[in-house]
């Protein structure tokens, strides 16, 4: 995966300096300085955004997770948004996984998701996630925050999900 991480600051992006790139999924996005590009080796189709920890106190790092996937034949994208849905509901049954109004995005129609849930040393998380279909590709976006700062990253994710570019 070619992923690149260019520093660009503009006034109307000063929350939002770090452009993050890939060419081999086909996207931008704008994320704040302290959050750093990592790629997953195991899947090329997959990249993670990670906030660096904030103190020596913090022990989860906010992020984002973004991968394509190529549809194999047209489909209208409230199909490709419930085929999302269930496939998380298959992995997880014990989520409660409630659907969010859409969100435009310039052109772009994001089709919104959320649920919570809890590790096994009782860590509280909460996830906000989209899909998004463009031709014959997938996008999944999900940003993950600790719920006790959950008010703190939903206007900031909000901001990098406005942020989303298509690249050709």
């Not at 790139?21 to 195991?42: C, H, I, R």
């Not at 999900?142 to 050709?168: C, G, M, V, W």
Request: glycine share 4%.
């Amino acid at each position: 995966m070619a992923c690149s991480d260019d520093t660009k600051t503009n006034s109307s992006t000063d929350e939002l300096p770090n452009l993050i790139k890939s060419d081999s999924l086909g996207f931008a996005l704008q994320v704040p300085k302290n959050w750093e590009v990592q790629p997953n080796t195991g899947r090329p189709d997959l990249v993670g955004v990670f906030e660096t920890f904030q103190d020596s106190i913090d022990k989860f790092k906010e992020n984002i997770q973004i991968w394509r996937e190529e549809i194999p034949m047209p489909i209208p994208d409230s199909m490709y948004y419930q085929a999302a849905m269930t496939q998380i509901r298959i992995s997880n049954p014990d989520l409660t996984i409630q659907a969010s109004q859409p969100i435009m995005v310039d052109s772009l129609k994001f089709r919104g998701f959320e649920f919570q849930f809890s590790t096994i040393d009782s860590a509280k998380y909460k996830v906000i996630g989209y899909t998004l279909l463009k031709g014959k590709y997938g996008y999944n976006l999900t940003f993950t925050a600790e719920q006790s700062k959950e008010t703190i990253y939903l206007p900031l994710f909000n901001k990098i999900l406005h942020s989303f570019k298509l690249r050709p």
